[in-house]
């Protein structure tokens, strides 16, 4: 509580729930100790807000739940059976249009971009790729398909239960909605907050090459933008992220 009352002295005016992490129980909790500082401090106003987990590509689980190691040069099959357990010459990955969204030439980043694989052959469940550096990594770790269009959902079933069981009832002010490609994600998500939701602003997050060419339309669909820049570095070049930073803030 002492902490959280000189944050808000030293004019902290949003609490951010970062619901990739935690459950419901404990953000209940934040937002409970949050509300009591609020009231010690009566001429502060400290807004709420649910960042929501979002749709991902993850790795699978890995032989003994031990990290595996991949060197430069060598062939990895990247299967979308999600309940193979992996090792270091085939892991499995969650999402199952993998195959039929990348094609030979095709950069993957794994893990915030530790391991970085080039597509060479696609199957119908299954890719094969050249492993361009060593690296060593552990299980379910995040994936990136820079400058590909993903076919992933707005906002996945945990997404909606965190939105309407949790910040609905809670009371949140501001959802940060993740990974927002195009407008009518943002409606999708206004369709899901309802009646009961309709006071609670939406701030779309741009974090891919798709989110920057619809950005436009995202921002007249959205009440505020952020600026996603580590996974943004991951779906374009590093060295454009500020281009494309400034690009947003001019508009």
Do not use: W
């Not at 929501?52 to 060197?71: A, C, M, N, W, Y």
């Not at 499995?92 to 052959?121: F, H």
């Not at 995040?142 to 997404?159: A, C, E, H, K, Y």
């Amino acid at each position: 509580m002492e902490t959280l009352l000189q944050m808000l002295d030293a004019g902290m005016n949003v609490a951010r729930l970062n619901f990739s992490h935690g459950d419901h129980e404990s953000h209940a909790k934040t937002i409970k100790t949050l509300k009591e500082a609020n009231k010690l401090r009566p001429g502060n106003n400290c807004a709420v807000l649910l960042d929501t987990k979002g749709p991902e590509i993850r790795t699978g689980f890995l032989i003994d739940h031990k990290p595996v190691s991949f060197q430069r040069g060598q062939n990895l099959e990247i299967t979308t059976d999600y309940e193979f357990i992996g090792d270091n010459s085939k892991i499995a990955c969650s999402y199952s249009k993998l195959p039929q969204t990348v094609n030979p030439g095709d950069n993957i980043l794994v893990a915030d971009g530790s391991l970085v694989c080039q597509v060479r052959e696609c199957y119908e469940d299954a890719i094969t790729v050249e492993v361009m550096n060593d690296a060593t990594i552990g299980e379910r770790k995040n994936m990136n398909l820079p400058g590909i269009r993903v076919q992933l959902p707005t906002l996945t079933p945990q997404d909606e239960k965190d939105i309407v069981d949790f910040g609905i009832k809670q009371g949140v002010d501001i959802i940060a909605a993740s990974f927002i490609r195009k407008a009518s994600d943002v409606e999708y998500i206004r369709d899901v907050l309802g009646v009961k939701g309709s006071h609670i602003k939406i701030v779309s997050k741009i974090e891919n090459q798709e989110g920057l060419e619809n950005f436009d339309d995202i921002m007249m669909a959205s009440d505020a933008i952020m600026v996603a820049r580590g996974d943004l570095g991951m779906e374009i070049p590093t060295e454009k992220v500020f281009l494309a930073q400034k690009y947003m803030i001019d508009k």
